[in-house]
């Protein structure tokens, strides 16, 4: 049985991560949130520790280590700021890092990364999950077999409602979460890169706090991609119908269908991790530069835009 800590157990994704140290078999003995609303850790380890302040976490993970008890692995659903120290903090207390994305903020972080791992010898983890769902899967593989003659045309719409709440919290804040791109796209980028090839080419045609949409191109594919957080994007038929959120992939005019089969992902994510088989830094370099010139980019106005950011812009 392997030892785990958490930090950022309130956040919405931490019971995911609470639910895999259970499905593994594993335990959770300290947890971390300057929110106490945490309730939810009684439905998985209810013995657990918990603290709202870092500095008494860090003597707790501290004074396990010089026990002899010390922590196996850290998990991270933070703030995406915060992940890069969070991440040289479980280093540095000898345990590994299991961190939600995005990894960082910007590439260059991840050098830093590296040489932390090598002074330490302990090793930073990430949770990737669309690389592991059978369908993903399966569309990489069938791309792997197709001719190479020509490309992909895609279309990635990504439209996710959030209240007013949302511009208010860090997640409005680019230099916290970077942007609605990093927040919300940062493993569809990941998906395309891993199923698609090579990033040939990155342009951005829209950018502003609940809106983003632009064009790249892989080895394999053309994308045209839009992401929101504004109600007002889902398409009327789906508002009729009492739905906030719109997602809609299709390659070459047929959908990529994959809204099933996310209930376990983080579960088989653990497992691979623990299986010595988990997603390093060098994984998430492209997914990373990618949302890191889409926060910069000069704006572009061509033929390439998606049609629901040509509709809004």
Not at 7 to 32: C, E, Q, W, Y
Not at 164 to 182: F, V
């Amino acid at each position: 049985m392997k030892k785990f800590a958490l930090i950022g157990a309130a956040g919405f994704v931490a019971p995911r991560h609470m639910r895999a140290i259970k499905d593994t078999n594993n335990s959770l003995v300290a947890a971390l949130d300057r929110s106490d609303s945490v309730g939810i850790i009684d439905s998985f380890f209810p013995e657990a520790n918990f603290f709202t302040e870092f500095e008494r976490f860090d003597r707790h993970i501290d004074k396990l280590r010089r026990q002899g008890e010390g922590i196996d692995y850290v998990a991270i659903c933070s703030p995406n700021y915060l992940h890069d120290s969070h991440m040289r903090f479980a280093l540095r207390a000898g345990a590994d890092a299991i961190c939600e994305k995005p990894l960082v903020l910007n590439p260059w972080n991840i050098d830093g990364l590296k040489e932390i791992e090598e002074d330490t010898g302990r090793r930073i983890n990430s949770i990737l999950q669309l690389r592991l769902h059978p369908a993903i899967v399966a569309l990489r593989e069938r791309m792997s077999a197709a001719p190479t003659d020509r490309k992909v045309e895609v279309d990635l719409t990504y439209i996710t409602s959030r209240g007013n709440w949302y511009l208010r919290s860090w997640k409005g804040e680019d230099d916290k979460s970077g942007g609605i791109a990093t927040n919300i796209g940062v493993h569809f980028y990941d998906m395309l890169h891993f199923v698609y090839g090579k990033l040939q080419q990155n342009v951005v045609h829209l950018r502003t706090p609940t809106r983003a949409a632009g064009y790249l191109e892989y080895e394999r594919a053309r994308v045209r991609w839009f992401l929101s957080v504004d109600f007002s994007d889902v398409p009327e038929a789906e508002r009729a119908k009492g739905k906030r959120t719109f997602r809609a992939i299709t390659a070459d005019g047929a959908d990529i269908e994959f809204s099933e089969g996310f209930t376990d992902l983080h579960t088989r994510s653990y497992e691979e991790i623990l299986a010595g088989r988990g997603f390093g830094l060098e994984e998430n370099r492209v997914a990373i530069e990618t949302v890191a010139h889409i926060r910069s980019a000069p704006l572009v106005n061509d033929s390439d835009m998606h049609p629901f950011a040509r509709r809004v812009s």
